[in-house]
């Protein structure tokens, strides 16, 4: 069991107290690189949704000022750079990143709270220059009404960084559904948030029967804005039971990005930016490159360059000092990430490079040490030859898997690229600034690299395209997520 200043209590939080629901039902939360149940935590269920959304829009009768709300989210900024060592544990615990990883994630999610204090007077009221009919015209950012915030396990703290950094300053109250294999970061969160004093109901916590709670959110129809980071799968659920009640959705969904790599580039740079960009959270991250995409010409160096790199990564349990990848999230994900290897073998690509995973002994066959029951570490892996009708060309491959695709010509690599029902992320390698506008103009991603493998930031709209979802977290187009626009027109007389 996980010992944590931060994890006083075990429970969900509702109204402003910890509450474990009504239901004697619990689940485990596990360490993935070791199998060490961490904690149990109460099944919570609709009910203790429907009474979280009850707490939530109790708070709208008594709005809070814009002050108060700049106030709160400089004193959580506060807290978590306190507490980020710890944050970073727990991370690592639950998640399995490596814990430089994790304490740079609790770092990264700092960026969203600090961000939405310093252009907080966005929302402020705004007077129109131009007086239409005579009248004065002023435009209030209401809060939207109760938000519903539903999060992944990949990044337990941040995802909801984005989203509740947005939701408190619009002064919305929300009701946040973090994963239930990466619940105890998001208890940690609200220790912080009870340590600054946030007002009680304007952040609930309820976590258990994810399809229960979701179709609370989607149903109720105080919850006016649901925001969800998760799989495409899920996010048509939500989608779908949305739609009746006319709720406003922001959805940040799968992905399935191309990393094009042209004759022209600097392939040491590109390599050295895949493997940052691919192996963050073991390649289980929606920016993460899916599809390498390298000129014919240079694909054998570039594969070099990729390797020279690759090579010196260990992998193991996050905890370990020098570690670079953790394990996979679960069995689930480990095997997933075997079946794409496995059809693009069969289909005729080549494994030319894999890396080894911890072992226990002295033996290094990697293959005999990936079937034990726990710790499901998959290592970086290199594919040659794999081509566009393989899984992983097709579906997002979430692991170590470097899969390299060939292409001819730059209308061939934009073609590759956008032959996919995805929209997130697309990085693009080349010296040539005329070809690098020609092709970005025409990539149908939200997020684009160039010469860069970079992900999302605090400062920047991010979101996806097609089946990779809608709306934008981060930037001042984020911070409109959960407001609702009240234009007043007053007369003169
Ligand atoms: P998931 O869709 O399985 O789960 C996400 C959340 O939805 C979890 O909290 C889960 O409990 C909840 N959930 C599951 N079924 C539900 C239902 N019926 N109703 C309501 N909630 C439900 O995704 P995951 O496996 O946790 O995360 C991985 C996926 O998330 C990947 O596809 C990844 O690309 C995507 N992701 C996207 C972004 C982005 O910004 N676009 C960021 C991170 C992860």
Same mark, same amino acid.
């Given at each position: 069991?996980?010992?944590?200043?931060?994890?006083?209590?075990?429970?969900?939080?509702?109204?402003?107290?910890?509450?474990?629901?009504?239901?004697?039902?619990?689940?485990?939360?596990?360490?993935?690189? !070791? *199998?060490?149940? +961490? $904690? /149990?935590?109460?099944?919570?269920?609709?009910?203790? =949704?429907?009474?979280?959304?009850? &707490? %939530?829009?109790?708070?709208?009768?008594?709005?809070?000022?814009?002050?108060?709300?700049?106030?709160?989210?400089?004193?959580?900024?506060?807290?978590?750079?306190?507490?980020?060592?710890?944050?970073?544990?727990?991370?690592?615990?639950? !998640? *399995?990143?490596? +814990? $430089? /990883?994790?304490?740079?994630?609790?770092?990264?999610? =700092?960026?969203?709270?600090?961000? &939405? %204090?310093?252009?907080?007077?966005?929302?402020?009221?705004?007077?129109?220059?131009?007086?239409?009919?005579?009248?004065?015209?002023?435009?209030?950012?209401?809060?939207?009404?109760?938000?519903?915030?539903?999060?992944?396990?990949?990044?337990?703290?941040?995802?909801? $960084?984005?989203?509740?950094?947005?939701?408190?300053?619009?002064?919305?109250?929300?009701?946040?559904?973090?994963?239930?294999?990466?619940?105890?970061?998001?208890?940690?969160?609200?220790?912080?948030?009870?340590?600054?004093?946030?007002?009680?109901?304007?952040?609930?916590?309820?976590?258990?029967?994810?399809?229960?709670?979701?179709?609370?959110?989607?149903?109720?129809?105080?919850?006016?804005?649901?925001?969800?980071?998760?799989?495409?799968?899920?996010?048509?659920?939500?989608?779908?039971?949305?739609?009746?009640?006319?709720?406003?959705?922001?959805?940040?969904?799968?992905?399935?990005?191309?990393?094009?790599?042209?004759?022209?580039?600097?392939?040491?740079?590109?390599?050295?930016?895949?493997?940052?960009?691919?192996?963050?959270?073991?390649?289980?991250?929606?920016?993460?490159?899916?599809?390498?995409?390298?000129?014919?010409?240079?694909?054998?160096?570039?594969?070099?360059?990729?390797?020279?790199?690759?090579?010196?990564?260990?992998?193991?349990?996050?905890?370990?000092?020098?570690?670079?990848?953790?394990?996979?999230?679960?069995?689930?994900?480990?095997?997933?990430?075997?079946?794409?290897?496995?059809?693009?073998?069969?289909?005729?690509?080549?494994?030319?490079?894999?890396?080894?995973?911890?072992?226990?002994?002295?033996?290094?066959?990697?293959?005999?040490?990936?079937?034990?029951?726990?710790?499901?570490?998959?290592?970086?892996?290199?594919?040659?030859?794999?081509?566009?009708?393989?899984?992983?060309?097709?579906?997002?491959?979430?692991?170590?898997?470097?899969?390299?695709?060939?292409?001819?010509?730059?209308?061939?690599?934009?073609?590759?690229?956008?032959?996919?029902?995805?929209?997130?992320?697309?990085?693009?390698?080349?010296?040539?600034?005329?070809?690098?506008?020609?092709?970005?103009?025409?990539?149908?991603?939200?997020?684009?690299?160039?010469?860069?493998?970079?992900?999302?930031?605090?400062?920047?709209?991010?979101?996806?395209?097609?089946?990779?979802?809608?709306?934008?977290?981060?930037?001042?187009?984020?911070?409109?997520?959960?407001?609702?626009?009240?234009?007043?027109?007053?007369?003169?007389?």
């Amino acid at each position: 069991m996980i010992d944590s200043p931060l994890l006083g209590s075990r429970s969900g939080f509702i109204g402003g107290r910890w509450d474990s629901g009504h239901s004697s039902a619990r689940f485990e939360v596990v360490n993935p690189a !070791n *199998g060490a149940i +961490l $904690a /149990e935590l109460p099944l919570m269920s609709r009910d203790d =949704a429907a009474r979280s959304v009850q &707490a %939530a829009f109790e708070v709208l009768g008594s709005p809070i000022s814009l002050e108060r709300r700049r106030e709160l989210l400089l004193a959580l900024v506060d807290q978590i750079r306190k507490e980020r060592e710890e944050i970073g544990r727990i991370i690592t615990l639950e !998640n *399995g990143k490596p +814990l $430089a /990883e994790a304490c740079a994630e609790a770092d990264y999610a =700092a960026g969203f709270y600090q961000y &939405a %204090a310093d252009h907080l007077d966005r929302l402020t009221p705004r007077r129109l220059e131009e007086n239409p009919r005579g009248h004065e015209w002023t435009v209030y950012a209401r809060p939207a009404g109760v938000a519903g915030l539903i999060t992944p396990w990949n990044f337990p703290f941040a995802m909801i $960084a984005k989203k509740l950094a947005a939701s408190l300053a619009a002064g919305a109250p929300a009701v946040i559904k973090p994963a239930e294999k990466t619940p105890l970061a998001m208890i940690a969160l609200f220790t912080l948030l009870e340590r600054i004093g946030m007002p009680s109901g304007l952040a609930n916590l309820v976590f258990g029967d994810a399809s229960a709670i979701g179709s609370v959110l989607c149903t109720d129809p105080r919850v006016r804005v649901v925001s969800f980071t998760g799989s495409t799968r899920v996010g048509r659920i939500l989608l779908e039971q949305s739609a009746p009640h006319f709720k406003r959705l922001a959805l940040e969904l799968g992905g399935n990005a191309p990393f094009v790599v042209f004759a022209d580039a600097d392939l040491g740079l590109a390599a050295e930016h895949l493997v940052q960009n691919k192996l963050r959270a073991g390649g289980q991250t929606c920016v993460c490159a899916n599809r390498l995409l390298v000129e014919r010409s240079v694909a054998d160096r570039f594969e070099q360059e990729l390797v020279s790199r690759l090579e010196p990564l260990r992998v193991g349990d996050g905890m370990e000092p020098g570690v670079a990848v953790g394990p996979m999230i679960d069995r689930a994900g480990y095997e997933k990430v075997g079946q794409h290897l496995e059809d693009a073998v069969a289909g005729g690509a080549r494994l030319t490079y894999q890396g080894r995973v911890p072992v226990g002994d002295d033996s290094d066959d990697a293959a005999e040490t990936m079937s034990r029951d726990w710790g499901w570490y998959f290592p970086p892996t290199v594919l040659r030859h794999a081509l566009p009708t393989m899984l992983c060309a097709r579906e997002e491959t979430f692991g170590p898997l470097f899969p390299i695709f060939e292409f001819e010509s730059e209308a061939e690599a934009l073609e590759m690229s956008n032959d996919t029902e995805y929209g997130l992320a697309a990085y693009l390698f080349t010296g040539d600034p005329r070809r690098a506008e020609r092709m970005i103009e025409r990539l149908h991603y939200g997020h684009v690299g160039w010469n860069s493998g970079t992900g999302p930031t605090p400062e920047a709209p991010f979101g996806g395209m097609g089946h990779s979802g809608f709306g934008r977290e981060g930037g001042v187009e984020g911070l409109m997520d959960f407001v609702e626009f009240q234009t007043v027109a007053r007369s003169p007389s």
